[in-house]
């Protein structure tokens, strides 16, 4: 049953939860792998996790470790740890809630990546680059082809494996059994080949980029008005392979390939997704994770394509991003999570940093974990599977060594996360946000199909430090006709927006403009970066958010064409003849929108606009410091404040909140903060976090 059939699920996700017949429950917990470890340390080592105050195992399930021959596995019958039935029911005799993970991929740094080898063997599945050639994945052990999911192959072998899995798992299926939840596939980012000319031109695809395209446009004719060329039949269309525009009314047909990139993801886990329904998974929840969109590195690059969480939660229940990284980078867990909190229905983090891999680099240790917990925590996200708890092949310093011996530090640290979540009741609040940062696609689609050079990716974090997304320093500077290049431009005004906002005082979440309008109507300010050309439709949403009464921050330009390079005059109909300062404000309905064409006005006008606005503002004596505000709808009179320090030296923090404070309780340290009623003032020490339940007096 997909979430929106209408038809009584027990499992529903809705207000940032996941809920069992209506009774919203936590989801914080670990992987735990059966099938690498000896079948008698099972029981003890489910105990640890238990004691560590985890209420949920995450399990991955590999089609590569039981498979024997095609059409012929093994559960147990010959290796007793692959007994994921008797498994299944050990975790829920010890009271777990359980999400698991078949696959079809599965990574968990396989070999073969969770696939038979039979199938990587198989040229009909294979993904093709723009080239031509086979596309391989550089990952270690061993590089493997990369599967092309377009393919009837792919999904008739993927059937054979869910035909045995799911007849188990359905067993264990809530209300029956503790499964709450399960993925569908694992970090479908076309196998960290995300330039946008890597793949996949396998045939089946590029069929499926025609109908994406005809479909988009109604009929060949209109398809070629929007490339500017004549197609006297579909198939004569072929997709872009390397970037070589020099014009504006090139820009569709490259933006397309990119956007069908995105489609290709969220058809093939649409697929998979209704396959697992169709055999017995259709009452819980069904899910995936993108992987980290700014690599392992932190790297600095567009976000959006190809993932698109909105889009795909239109065929699943939720999506999250998995985050690995260190206390040196909290803006990339902060980005990465405030998105998957400003765009996901559930924002949920499905693999969490506890342990690393061998070959990442400078991994840090329980003290990075700590941090970026807590990081991860004060920009609301509701729920995470730490990965690793229990260490194994090709995965090193999990709180719980494989044989069942247990990391003190480790331990006690995730047993803190633990006690903290449940005794200060976290899951009653969520995090207020009255500012809503969109970044552009329309623009992130044009910078990811105007890359010129490809690298392996920052996935192993290469010394060169290049990443294998797009960016300024693989991407052309070609103007295309603007007076700027748009690719390139449109990086710098969104982190001159995010910067600016940052200093105001306000709270802001990310997301991007495929989330839809509706989704925005609770925020008081939208902030967007335009310049030349921008989708009518979305100009509609953004007059119709202002005229409903919110404020609208845009810029540096009125868009005067929209997608398709047509005169648009949409957002420049709603504001009005322009002024000369560089600032442009007009009263829209019961709201306004502000256009800013100065990059060096970007701090000054954020801080009018989010003043006019009445956003709540949070005052600090050191812009070093990070705060965020989260309430309880049912509960007023308290809120959890986060305070970061996420700098290499010590501060005296003092924290204007901007509502009184009557008791004040610091939840990890379980202290009472003195306070003055209206400030919390305390010592800070680098890299370190404090999170205050407060009772608000006025």
């Known amino acids: ?72 596995f093994d559960f147990g019958e010959i290796n007793p740890s692959n007994d994921i039935d008797a498994f299944l029911t050990l975790c829920e005799d010890k009271g777990f809630r359980i999400i698991v993970r078949p696959g079809p991929q599965i990574n968990s740094e396989l070999t073969w990546f969770g696939y038979p080898k039979r199938l990587l063997a198989d040229e009909r599945m294979h993904a093709v ?158 899910f995936h994770n993108y992987p980290h969109p700014l690599g392992p590195g932190g790297a600095a690059s567009g976000f959006t394509t190809p993932f698109s969480i909105p889009k795909l939660e239109e065929k699943l229940d939720f999506v999250g991003f998995d985050i690995y990284s260190r206390k040196e980078l909290f803006s990339h867990v902060k980005t990465v999570a405030s998105y998957v909190v400003g765009t996901s229905r559930f924002p949920y983090i499905p693999e969490f940093i506890a342990g690393v891999w061998p070959w990442y680099l400078n991994p840090g240790d329980w003290h990075d974990e700590e941090f970026v917990t807590k990081a991860a925590l004060m920009q609301g996200i509701r729920g995470f599977s730490r990965y690793m708890l229990v260490e194994r092949d090709r995965w090193l310093d999990s709180p719980i060594r494989r044989d069942g011996r247990e990391r003190p530090e480790k331990v006690a640290m995730f047993g803190n996360v633990n006690a903290m979540l449940e005794s200060g009741e976290l899951h009653r609040f969520r995090r207020d946000a009255d500012v809503l940062l969109l970044a552009n696609r329309e623009y992130d689609r044009l910078e990811a199909a105007s890359v010129l050079v490809s690298f392996p990716g920052d996935f192993l974090e290469t010394p060169s430090g290049f990443s294998e997304y797009a960016g300024p320093v693989t991407t052309s ?9 748009v690719q390139i431009a449109k ?131 050191d812009p070093g410091l990070d705060v965020t505000i989260h309430s309880d709808a049912a509960d007023p009179a308290t809120k959890v404040v986060y305070v970061a320090n996420p700098t290499d030296h010590a501060i005296d923090a003092t924290v204007t909140p901007g509502f009184g404070l009557g008791a004040v309780r610091e939840l990890w340290d379980e202290r009472d903060v003195a306070t003055d009623g209206r400030c919390i003032a305390e010592p800070m020490a680098p890299y370190s976090i404090h999170v205050y339940r407060c009772t608000v007096t006025a």
Request: charged share 20%; aromatic share 10%; with cysteine.
């Open 491 to 621: 990086g710098t005004w969104f982190g001159a927006f995010s910067q600016a906002l940052a200093t105001t005082g306000g709270s802001t979440v990310l997301s991007d403009t495929d989330l839809t309008a509706q989704a925005w109507s609770s925020r008081k300010v939208v902030v967007l970066t335009t310049l030349d050309y921008l989708d009518e439709a979305l100009q509609h949403s953004l007059v119709e958010f202002a005229r409903a009464g919110g404020a609208v921050l845009i810029g540096p330009k009125v868009p005067a064409l929209d997608s398709l390079m047509r005169p648009c005059s949409v957002l420049a109909d709603a504001l009005g003849a322009p002024a000369e300062d560089g600032v442009r404000v007009a009263d829209v309905g019961a709201g306004s929108i502000t256009v800013v064409s100065d990059l060096a006005a970007v701090p000054r006008v954020v801080a009018e606009v989010t003043a006019r606005a009445g956003v709540h503002q949070v005052a600090t004596n």
């Open 129 to 286: 680059s723009g080239a031509g050639s086979k596309v391989i994945l550089t990952q270690v052990p061993k590089p493997i082809p990369a599967l092309n999911y377009a393919s009837d192959a792919f999904y008739d072998e993927t059937a054979l494996w869910y035909d045995a899995i799911c007849s188990i798992l359905a067993k264990h299926a809530y209300p029956n059994g503790g499964i709450v939840a399960a993925q569908v596939d694992n970090e479908m980012a076309y196998f960290f080949g995300v330039n946008a000319y890597i793949a996949d031109y396998s045939p089946e695809s590029v069929a499926a980029y025609r109908a994406f395209v005809l479909g988009k446009y109604g009929s060949v004719e209109a398809v070629g008005q929007a490339y500017s060329r004549t197609l006297g039949d579909i198939a004569e269309l072929e997709p872009p392979r390397r970037f070589e525009a020099t014009d504006k009314a090139e820009i569709p047909w490259y933006a397309d390939w990119a956007e069908y990139r995105e489609v290709y993801l969220v058809d093939a886990m649409d697929r998979l997704a209704g396959m697992m329904r169709e055999r017995g998974l259709g009452g819980i929840a069904l």
């Open 477 to 485: 500077e070609a103007a295309l006709g603007f007076d700027v290049p």
């Open 1 to 72: 049953m997909p979430h929106h059939s209408g038809t009584h699920r027990p499992v529903t996700i809705g207000n940032t939860a996941l809920a069992l017949d209506g009774e919203e429950v936590s989801l914080y917990g670990g992987a735990v792998h059966y099938w690498r470890l000896a079948r008698e340390t099972w029981e003890p080592i489910l105990d640890s996790v238990k004691r560590m105050g985890f209420t949920m195992i995450s399990i991955y399930i590999p089609w590569e470790a039981h498979e024997i021959e095609r059409g012929r």
